[in-house]
């Protein structure tokens, strides 16, 4: 099963507006929480990262907010670009000694019109 | 300083043969995983590769197996491919047990298409 969910599927911001993109996850074992951009041809690269224990930690023109009782986090893009498109990616991980593996949402493709 | 570099970008393989993929790590991480990223869709991982074992698996079949050799790279093999095995297949290296800011670092992937 789909162990963190994303919406919306895709996304078109005017230039100077706000993105928002949100990630809904299950298991409460999971304690990092990333969000990955992918352009078209390339591979998924970190942008910014959450740990529980903060509900909001920003960079830049990127802010994660975390709820961790309504188990759900957001990407808020501000100032949206046209050097933004692209398809965003959640994830969420735990950190066991023994490895860990990345859940990825189904991924939001985002377009900035000029 | 390198990132991950995967090799093919591209490759074309025709139903029931095998493939091999390769995977340099970043420098200084010791940990490989691989993803199977299909069209539209996020990646899944496959598995996770650490002091030359597989340390964790995903949901995949047999005919999906690995190896790390001592210098941290990697390789993935498919065997006897199925349509359904075209993707573009992803290696994130890490540095085992820091997660921290970094997470992963993904390479750009091969894009497999089986024919």
């Known amino acids: 099963q789909q162990q963190v969910k994303q919406s919306p599927q895709s996304l078109i911001v005017q230039k100077g507006g706000i993105s928002i993109i949100n990630c809904a996850y299950e298991?409460?074992?999971?304690?990092?929480f990333p969000w990955y951009q992918q352009f078209p041809g390339k591979g998924p690269a970190l942008l910014i990262a959450?740990?529980?224990?903060?509900s909001e930690k920003k960079e830049g023109r990127f802010t994660i907010s975390f709820n961790k009782s309504a188990k759900q986090f957001s990407l808020h893009i501000m100032d949206s670009q046209p050097g933004d498109s692209a398809t965003y990616f959640c994830a969420a991980s735990w950190s066991p000694n023994t490895g860990n593996q990345f859940y990825f949402g189904t991924g939001t493709s985002l377009t900035v019109i000029p | 300083d390198a990132g991950v570099t995967q090799s093919p970008t591209h490759l074309i393989k025709t139903r029931g043969q095998q493939v091999t993929l390769r995977c340099s790590p970043k420098s200084g991480h010791d940990t490989v995983s691989w993803y199977q990223q299909a069209l539209g869709q996020g990646p899944q991982f496959i598995f996770q590769y650490y002091e030359e074992e597989e340390r964790q698996r995903g949901n995949f079949p047999d005919r999906f197996s690995g190896h790390q050799f001592p210098n941290y790279s990697s390789e993935l093999n498919v065997n006897a491919l199925l349509l359904g095995d075209s993707a573009l297949y992803l290696c994130a290296s890490s540095l085992d047990g820091v997660l921290s800011n970094y997470g992963y670092t993904f390479g750009s992937g091969t894009r497999l298409t089986v024919v």
């Open positions: 298991n409460t074992a999971f304690d990092y």
């Open positions: 959450i740990r529980p224990d903060v």
